[in-house]
């Protein structure tokens, strides 16, 4: 069972995700990215998509042209959960 | 230049292409997909990417696990032009 994140351990992990924006009404974090062309965009989204078949949780994303927008938020867990805020991480460390 | 589709030249092009609505406000056309898993959809979404860019000629597009959304238009037409009609039926062979 994995469960939703206490309001302190949420301000907490988004302190370490700073370029995440919080959605108060859904308990998701989302971000979105730019890149050069729609071929290195999708790269992107293949790395991502690695790293959430690898951890079994994956991202609610779209994408148009060069940009990629990602949410991410534990059904599950009806909110936040440790697995969102790990798969953010791993996703910044493809980018920053 | 790419020109948008007259009236009966879409009416023409989506009698080819049964399973998409027709979007009037935006002039464009969607289909919804569904797979067995995240891996399988995500799958079809690398054969779209490869098409696309070929095609030089990209969807707007969102996946949520083994759900994935497709929006086809033309921004440089100001809407639906032979662009979307072709990639249409590229990404209905995929999958049909």
Redesign the interface.
């Known amino acids: 069972m994995i469960e939703q994140l206490s309001e302190a351990e949420r301000a907490d992990a988004l302190d370490g995700l700073p370029e995440w924006d919080y959605d108060e009404g859904r308990d998701a974090i989302g971000r979105s990215f730019s890149f050069n062309s ?2 290195e965009a ?1 790269a992107f ?2 790395q991502v ?1 690695l790293l ?2 690898k951890a079994d949780h ?8 060069n940009r990629v927008d990602i949410v991410l938020t534990t059904h599950d867990a009806g909110g936040l959960s440790t697995r969102d805020i790990e798969l953010a991480g791993q996703i910044d460390d493809l980018v920053d």
Chains 1, 2 share one sequence.
């Open positions: 729609f071929s999708f989204m293949t998509a959430a078949e994956h991202p609610e994303w779209s994408n148009v042209y």
